[in-house]
């Protein structure tokens, strides 16, 4: 059974075709389509991405004939400067930066061994899957963020980048990434389940790093309730492992 929506920024609108059967890994598929600018919704009419670009990408876009490859980079800049949210708040201090979880969930795609899953179109989503929150931040759920907020900022964003940034020097890319970042948001290919899995298990992965360098003296049992959500057969695998080996290890304190 299928049930179609559209859903509207100041950018641009989409369709999501949600897709309800049972056992399916896939939540969603999506179509963009370009438009004219819409009324922005009452929800981030307080919020534009515009007001939380770096100062010295404003002065590059203000320029005659701006240099959009260099403004980009220092935007995504931001990912390698801000750290996650989750390790601040439990004093994990120092912590990844949420490029460094992009990163290594990246590397992670190279091992999947499942034939039917496009790993180079893997490690795309998740170079790309959190590439809002250069200007969004690492928003997590203890945030007095709603969820929908939360999506419409990240929508609103990754469309700006895609639309006013990189459109004008690549516009193949800009519809290249701008299609991976929907299909992570709502998992609509089996690509985008494993990555969705594999962001939950890189993190899993650093929190039981963060628990050995710590000596167990952190509590970050919270961020196991994860394991539930992951779906496919092979990173559960990793999940159980991994388990296991922390299991053992506060065993043995």
């Known amino acids: 059974m299928y049930r179609t929506f559209s859903y509207f920024s100041k950018q641009s609108s989409i369709t999501f075709r949600l897709t309800h059967q049972k056992g399916n890994l896939f939540d969603s598929s999506c179509r963009f389509f370009s ?4 009324p922005t919704s009452k929800m981030t009419m307080e919020w534009n991405p515009r007001d939380h670009v770096p100062a010295e990408v404003k002065e590059l876009l203000s320029e005659p004939q701006p240099n959009y490859v260099l403004a980009f980079l220092h935007i995504v800049e931001q990912l390698k400067l801000q750290k996650r949210t989750g390790w601040i ?15 290594r969930m990246g590397v992670t795609t190279m091992l999947i061994k499942d034939p039917n899953v496009d790993v180079k ?6 170079l790309v899957h959190d590439i809002a929150e250069s200007l969004v931040g690492d928003i997590t759920p203890f945030d007095p963020v ?11 964003t990754i469309t700006y980048l895609c639309e006013e940034i990189i459109k004008p020097y690549n516009s193949v890319a800009a519809d290249e990434i701008l299609s991976d970042w929907l299909a992570y948001e709502n998992i609509s290919s089996l690509e985008a389940r494993y990555v969705k899995d594999i ?6 992965v650093q929190c ?8 167990g003296t952190k509590d970050l049992s919270q961020f196991y309730g994860a394991v539930s959500s992951i779906k ?15 299991t053992e290890f506060f065993q043995q304190l």
């Open 35 to 38: 438009s004219r600018p819409l």
């Open 89 to 103: 708040d439990h004093d994990i201090i120092p912590c990844e930066s949420i490029a460094d979880h992009m990163y």
């Open 121 to 126: 179109k893997c490690v795309r989503i998740a």
């Open 146 to 156: 709603t969820k929908e907020e939360k999506h419409q900022r990240e929508l609103d």
């Open 199 to 204: 962001d939950k298990f890189e993190m899993l």
């Open 208 to 215: 039981f790093e963060y628990e050995k360098r710590h000596s």
């Open 232 to 246: 496919t057969e092979e990173v559960k695998s990793w999940v159980s492992h991994l388990v296991k080996r922390r």
